[in-house]
């Protein structure tokens, strides 16, 4: 790594659903895709890591317009690398098909 070479500590997933049934929705738990992760088995390195659902607002908050929901993975979610996250606040609806941050702490490793 070269010296003043930026590291990122996150990766990327995407908001594919809130947990559902048939007939219910349950909007405190979100399905999320993150990049990279095609099967079950690669899912137990992301269980406990923090998940950031970053927004752009119209007014100035803390001297920004951007703010975020933070969440963390709690389980896998079938065979194909999905995952099932709770977030402190639940995702607005505007969140489906959105992107989200997946910091890459705290590590088990």
Known sequence: MVKGERV????????????????????????????????????????????AYIYKAKTLKHGTKYRAIWGKVIRAHGSGGTVRAKFAKNL???????????????SSV
């Open 92 to 106: 607005p609806p505007k969140a489906l098909g959105g992107k989200l941050r997946c910091m890459l702490y705290p």
């Open 8 to 51: 990122r500590l996150y990766t990327t997933g995407t908001v594919t659903s809130f947990k559902r049934s048939m007939a219910h929705q349950i909007n405190h738990t979100v399905l999320v895709q993150l990049e990279g992760v095609t099967s079950k088995e690669e899912t137990p390195f992301y269980l406990g890591k923090k998940l």
